[in-house]
């Protein structure tokens, strides 16, 4: 059974010779690059949403370079523990996690604004049904999602909430203090230390944090490397222009990556 939902009245979707279809007669075709845009007109700020075609191109070296591996085990480590039918990832980007989450449950989602970021999410894993849609409204059946996922993407709460199962759970990753520390003071006069805590107080009153885990990354970056990563960062456009190249010109760079991993239950509606 599917678990996407029509993103115009709202009914269930049925795959049907390669077009998604609701019993009102909405249909949406796969791509041939195997994909599917769910994100419809009604639902639509901007043409061209999310991030764009040279960040995706940028996080797409940078993490197939392994840099952040440590954090794609951590994560998959959380769902060895919790063995999930299906699970949802929510600014799934080009694919890196969600693409590595999928072999350990029977349904994976990977939902993603930006079209550039879910066409090539696709190329690497065709067991993930991957959608160009938006959180703001899921294009996911309520209560039929054992783990969300949020991986420096936005978080959705009210719309996690609604499509999760009871007692299902939230996992969030998020920078941690000082990630990236060295490199953020290289191009910033002054560098703020992440908060990652504002999330679980965000979060408290509809989910209970489980688990927190820190996870450090020492990487060695060549200038290619350290170009995508400022690249595939909010740092590209934040940063002032002169630091930038400057930065740029290094050789070699060493920087820590520090990731928080938060993981979420959903709490129980309160008993009237
Ligand atoms: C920093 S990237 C993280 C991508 C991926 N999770 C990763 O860690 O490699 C944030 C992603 O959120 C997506 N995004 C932004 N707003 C969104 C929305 N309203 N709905 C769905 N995705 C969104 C962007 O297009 C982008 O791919
Ligand atoms: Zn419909």
Redesign the pocket.
Known sequence: MSLLMCPVCRQSLNLVENSWRCEKGHHYDVAKQGYVNLHVVQHKHSKS???TPES?LA?REF?QAGFYQPLQQAVVEILQQLKPQAIL??????G??TSAMQAHTQQCIG????KT?VQRAAKLNAEVVWVV????TLPVQNHSIDICTS????I?QDEIVRVLRDDGYLIV?TPAPKHLFDLREALFEQVNLHEPQKFVEQLDAQFELKQAHLVEAPLQLDQVALKNLIAMTPYAYKANLERRKGLEQAQQFTVTAAFQIYLFQKRKKPSM
Do not use: Q
């Open positions: 949403p999310g991030d995706v996080r993490l990832d929510i600014g799934c980007g080009e890196y996690y939902v993603d604004i930006a970021a849609g938006t959180g703001a991986l420096f993407s936005p959705p990753v």
